[in-house]
């Protein structure tokens, strides 16, 4: 059973990982066989459920898929992400469901100063949480994205 | 402020290939009045893709989309013939059908109740009888408004708001890149379920540029390069493996020709590479079956990156998956692609899996390599504002080398296009592009007469 206030501490230090680009320390968040899964939308109302049979915005099963992310992003080579975007991760609304699972709001701030720009993604994450070594860490992460009208990039440290 | 003449919309484009020079003049990326025209004419003015036949396969099935500005719908009627319609109410234009696809029998008219079938039939007007209507108005012809030119490409279909030449003259030899799309399932292609909608800021020319420019690739994608050639070394069970990883049709280190560009009349166009069959291929369970029906040659070059323009809206690309983008432009500096992952019905669950997974990293907003491309597309849309030295330089390459008519490679599937370059891992044609352009000048030519 996990407490809300231990669900609640752990992903605010997500939140503040991915606004401080503290990559690795977000990474360690997670559990090497984790899941990270955004969905596409079906049509106006249906978001995708199967990613073998459907396409999902992102999908990776493992966190070395995670840490590939987290390379590109570092490495000076993607056009997209020179300059980063500065972000703020704002969660709410964080209930648990069942033994492992928690539900939250999220809307994510993200400020693009080389264009002057700003947007904000938002829509609802879901967790499933588990006891490894001295904590909690992340098992899956669902991230149901409502706006997925996306101006030109939404990469994994702004959602 | 005077209208724009049609010899200040021809200057914009210095067509001089026989003297070794070819440009476009930035202004037709960044000017409002240029790109008032080309929604009038280019994209109101003739052939435009809309959609696939697949996402409407059954009686009552409809998918809306726009054409230029206006709203379209194609609907298939209960006897299962498809049309394409004006998305709009005949009375007072509110929109008819209101999902991106759907299916309806009969629609209603949400303002004033008007009705039509999936025939595009106003089989009803609400309270007709007590309307005290004029002989003129009950004469006039109430049914929605049928585009004037309506095709089914193998699946792929086409309208037009304008009365046009027909398919088969449109899409030309290119159709051959079309059949190499079509043919790949034994039952066509489909859409899979997900669809992602992006926006960048930038002229929807530059998007069609990029799909047909093998220049920019290790440039703009070396993040996503890199990666692909570290999973292949590394052999984590969960990483996608790609295409790229096993092929060097790119690489400076590879000799003799790795590919090539086919330029056809109309605008359309192809930029190919050679690529190994090999287990990274969604198509490598099926390759003996897909020889046996096709040839080995056709196989071959169903598995060869192809990416393809029908201009002006469509592209396919396929390379470590396959896409098929809608292009709809916005304003001049402002672009929306819709996009789908595209594949030949009755793959296996492995060949879809592996298809979705290098889409995902590849193509979306979301992924790893198109967000490099479209902030480009905003850099470059930033610099076209020059007005100094007008002239975009990125027309020029492969210029003392494309040769006319088709070389060995289209030879193989019967094909003549206007123009071929097979090409070396860095010569990276830039003449293809030029079909666009004569392209678009025809189409702004022709509706500028039309409107005098």
Known sequence: MITRAEAEELIARESLSLDRRDWDAWLDLFVEDCSYWMPAWRDEENPTEDPETELSLIWYKGKHNLADRVWRVKSGLSVASVPLMRTSHHVSNLLIEGEDRVAASFAVHVHNAKRRADHVFFGRYEYRLVREGDGLRIAEKKILLMNDYIPAVADFYML | ?452
């Open chain 2, 1 to 452: 402020m005077q209208a724009m003449i049609w010899e200040e919309v021809k200057a914009l484009i210095d067509d001089r290939v026989d003297d070794g020079w070819f440009s476009v003049n930035r202004r037709a990326f960044t000017d409002q009045e240029v790109f008032d025209l080309e929604m009038r004419h280019v994209f109101e003015g003739g052939w435009v893709f809309l959609g696939l036949e697949s996402q409407v396969p059954n009686p009552h099935d409809y998918l809306t989309t726009t054409v230029g500005r206006v709203p379209v719908v194609v609907m298939r009627d209960g006897e299962g013939n498809l049309g394409a319609y004006v998305n709009a109410c005949t009375h007072k234009g509110a929109l008819i059908c209101h999902k991106r696809t759907g299916n309806g029998r009969l629609h209603v008219c949400r303002y004033h109740s008007w009705s039509f079938d999936s025939s595009g039939r106003n089989v009803a007007v609400k309270a007709m009888k007590d309307g005290a209507y004029s002989d003129a108005f009950k004469a006039f012809d109430r049914n929605l408004v049928r585009l004037p030119a309506f095709a089914n490409y193998r699946g792929f279909l086409f309208g037009s708001l304008v009365e046009t030449c027909s398919i088969e003259e449109h899409l030309g030899e290119a159709r051959h890149m079309l059949d190499l799309a079509a043919d790949q399932g034994d039952e066509g292609l489909e859409l899979v379920p997900g669809e992602v909608i992006f926006t960048y800021d930038g002229n929807w020319k530059l998007q069609l540029e990029n799909c047909a420019d093998a220049y920019h690739f290790t440039s703009a994608h070396p993040s996503y390069l890199q990666l692909v050639e570290r999973r292949r070394r590394d052999e984590k069970a969960n990483s996608v493996k790609s295409v790229w990883g096993e092929n060097s049709a790119w690489s400076e280190m590879t000799e003799g020709v790795t590919g090539g560009t086919y330029a056809f009349d109309q605008g359309h166009v192809v930029n190919w590479q050679i690529i190994p069959l090999s287990d990274t291929v969604p198509l490598a369970d099926r390759a003996e079956a897909l020889a046996a029906r096709h040839g080995a040659a056709r196989r071959d070059w169903m598995v060869n990156m192809r990416n393809v323009t029908i201009f002006p809206n469509m592209q396919i690309a396929e390379n470590a998956s396959s896409q098929l983008r809608i292009i709809r432009p916005i304003a001049p500096g402002k672009t929306e692609m819709l996009t789908f992952c595209i594949a030949p019905k009755g793959e296996s669950a492995e060949a879809r899996r592996m298809r979705i997974r290098n889409y995902e990293d590849f193509f979306n907003p979301t992924g790893m390599a198109t967000p490099d491309d479209t902030i480009c597309y905003a850099d470059c849309q930033d610099g076209h504002a020059n007005p100094s030295q007008p002239w975009i330089l990125g027309y020029a390459r492969g210029m003392q080398s494309v040769q006319s008519g088709a070389d060995a490679f289209a030879d193989v599937l019967d094909m003549t296009p206007d123009r071929s370059q097979p090409c070396g891992s860095q010569l990276c044609d830039e003449t293809l592009f030029h079909s666009y352009y004569r392209a678009w000048l025809n189409r702004i030519e022709a509706g500028m007469e039309r409107s005098k």
